[in-house]
């Protein structure tokens, strides 16, 4: 393994590509960085947000180095639609890939995608609040949306580092 590649849009991805850097002693770039540094067809360990079930910045990644696992860091809990956030990704089954829960602010979101969440907030929100039979799962997204969840923990990235671990 070469170099761990992150895209970060409000610093959860950062904070996680950082905190594996520091486990794995792997250097760690943020995507537009690694284009300057790491070279053409490393292998890499690629962290990216997940916006509407997709890993963002993955498809980049995938033109320029090989990417042996995929972690993706979005609201949902840890291991948390694998196999959809796969499928719209486009992951392929050999490679392994790792939803990871992160922090949610929509104040530190940019652009349109701050404008995006807010309404998905307003909306999923006030229907997941009028839930009568909510599932725990349910409960932490709600808390969440409502009360800017702090959720960057070094233990949610087990299972990535277990993996690691097994790699050499």
């Not at 943020?30 to 997940?50: D, H, N, P, R, T």
Request: proline share 2%; charged share 25%; net charge positive.
């Amino acid at each position: 393994m070469n170099a761990i590649i992150y895209t970060s849009n409000s610093g959860s991805t950062k904070h996680y590509a950082r905190l594996l850097a520091y486990e794995t002693g792997l250097p760690v770039y943020s995507l537009a960085e690694a284009k300057k540094k790491v070279f053409y067809g490393a292998e890499i360990i690629y962290l990216g947000w997940i916006m509407a079930g997709s890993v963002k910045g993955y498809a980049t990644a995938t033109k320029r180095y090989k990417v042996c696992a995929v972690c993706g860091v979005g609201m949902g809990q840890n291991g948390a639609q694998t196999d959809s956030v796969r499928k719209k990704t486009s992951v392929p089954a050999n490679i392994p890939l790792f939803t990871i829960q992160g922090n949610f602010d929509v104040k530190k979101l940019h652009g349109i995608y701050r404008l995006m969440m807010e309404i998905m907030v307003k909306t999923a929100g006030k229907s997941l609040a009028a839930k009568k039979d909510r599932t725990p799962e349910e409960d932490d997204m709600l808390n969440m949306m409502l009360h800017d969840g702090e959720r960057i923990k070094s233990e949610n990235l087990k299972a990535v580092l277990t993996w690691y671990n097994a790699q050499k």
